[in-house]
C-alpha cells in the first residue's frame, strides 16, 4: 500500500495534469458488483447510462423519487491518481468508467462544465467522489484519507462523476475535451 508522504510527494505531478483535453486511456464496463471488462469502446446513453452496468438496478444515489442519479452515470478517474495507488496489478481495478490523464479539480472543471467524451456529452456533477470503503481496503487508508483530509476534497483527487446529457460512444484513445 501507498504511504501518505509517497501521496503528499506525488501531489505536484497529479496537479498538472492535462486541463483542457486528453485521451481515453482505459475504460471499464460493470455488469455486476465486483465485476469489470475492460473494453475497446462503450456506448453511453442518457436513459440508461453504460448499457448492461448495474446504474439502473443498483445505484448507489438516488433522486428522491427513487429513480437512479444521473449524476453517477459516469466516473472519471485521474491515470495519475490510479497509477499512483494502484500499485501492484493483482490489485483489483477501481472501476471507474473512464482513466484519462486530466485535472478533475473543482477550478479546472466546476460543477455544470460540458466535456465532450468521444461523441457523447457529459456534465460534471456536483456530488463528490470521496473514496468508498472499497477504495480503501484496496488501496490503503492513506490513499482514502489524502482524498478527504482537509483542503483536498476541491482538488476531486478521487475523479468526477458525470451525467450524460447527449447519448455517444466512446473508444480507447477518443478525446476528452472541456466544451
Known amino acids: 500500500m501507498i504511504t501518505m508522504d509517497a501521496l503528499m510527494a506525488a501531489l505536484p505531478?497529479?496537479?498538472?495534469?492535462?486541463?483542457?483535453?486528453?485521451?481515453?486511456?482505459?475504460l471499464t464496463f460493470r455488469p455486476g458488483y465486483n465485476q469489470r471488462t475492460h473494453p475497446d469502446r462503450l456506448r453511453l446513453t442518457v436513459a440508461?447510462?453504460?448499457?448492461?452496468?448495474?446504474w439502473l438496478t443498483a445505484p448507489w444515489a438516488r433522486l428522491p423519487d427513487g429513480r437512479p442519479d444521473p449524476?453517477?452515470?459516469v466516473s472519471i478517474l485521474p491515470s495519475r491518481v490510479h497509477?499512483?495507488?494502484?500499485?501492484?496489478?493483482?490489485?483489483?481495478?477501481?472501476?471507474?468508467?473512464i482513466l484519462?490523464?486530466?485535472?478533475?479539480t473543482e477550478a479546472n472543471l466546476p460543477e455544470g462544465t460540458l466535456l465532450r467524451a468521444g461523441t457523447a456529452t457529459l456534465r460534471v456533477s456536483g456530488l463528490?467522489?470521496?473514496?468508498?470503503?472499497?477504495?480503501?481496503?484496496r488501496y490503503g487508508a492513506a490513499?482514502?484519507?489524502w482524498i478527504t483530509m482537509p483542503g483536498h476534497p476541491p482538488l476531486r483527487l478521487?475523479?468526477?462523476?458525470?451525467?450524460?446529457?447527449?447519448?455517444?460512444?466512446?473508444?480507447?484513445?477518443?478525446?476528452i475535451a472541456r466544451l
Do not use: M
Not at 49 to 54: F, T, Y
Not at 83 to 97: E, K
Open 13 to 26: 505531478q497529479v496537479l498538472a495534469a492535462p486541463k483542457q483535453a486528453t485521451v481515453a486511456s482505459q
Open 128 to 137: 463528490f467522489n470521496d473514496g468508498c470503503v472499497k477504495w480503501k481496503a
Open 158 to 175: 478521487r475523479g468526477i462523476l458525470c451525467a450524460i446529457v447527449a447519448d455517444g460512444e466512446i473508444a480507447v484513445g477518443d478525446t
Open 100 to 104: 484519462a490523464d486530466l485535472d478533475t
Open 48 to 54: 440508461e447510462g453504460v448499457p448492461g452496468e448495474r
Open 83 to 97: 497509477d499512483l495507488v494502484r500499485i501492484h496489478p493483482d490489485q483489483p481495478h477501481p472501476g471507474d468508467t
Open 143 to 145: 490513499a482514502k484519507d
Open 71 to 73: 449524476a453517477i452515470q
